[in-house]
């Protein structure tokens, strides 16, 4: 299993993004996947999580900003971000669920090396 993330870079406050999650050794219709990102001296916390059946799941301090999507064809999720703010810096990892649907932080078992987000003026 591999999880390979992409589609960071710098960014003005109010600017998009679009973050990309390419897996291998599994497939979208089996698992759900999710992205979480971590700040400078803070927790890793989740972000987004989409189910195998395509339901998503956004953090409230997202929510309206950012979606989830999917493409099956390319085995690859996507974390589209509007609106950024400099508070959304961090690094951002995609992640593949033990199972089919969204369960929580301590359900991750295969995470992708991360990619830097910096919202900066």
């Known amino acids: 299993v591999q999880l390979q993330a992409s589609g960071g870079g710098l960014v003005q406050p109010g600017g998009s993004l679009r973050l990309a999650c390419e897996a291998s050794?599994?497939?979208?219709?089996?698992?759900?996947v999710g992205w979480l990102r971590q700040a400078p001296g803070k927790r890793r916390e989740g972000v987004s999580c989409?189910?195998?059946?395509?339901?998503?799941y956004d953090a409230s301090y997202v929510k309206g900003r950012f979606s989830i999507s999917r493409d099956k064809s390319k085995n690859t999720v996507y974390l589209h971000m509007n609106s950024l703010k400099p508070e959304d810096t961090a690094v951002y990892y995609c992640?593949?669920?033990?199972?089919?649907?969204?369960?929580?932080?301590?359900?991750?078992?295969?995470w992708g090396q991360g990619t830097q987000v910096t919202v900066s003026s």
């Open positions: 992640a593949k669920q033990q199972g089919r649907t969204c369960d929580g932080y301590v359900k991750y078992d295969s």
């Open positions: 050794g599994f497939t979208l219709d089996n698992y759900a």
């Open positions: 989409i189910n195998s059946d395509g339901r998503s």
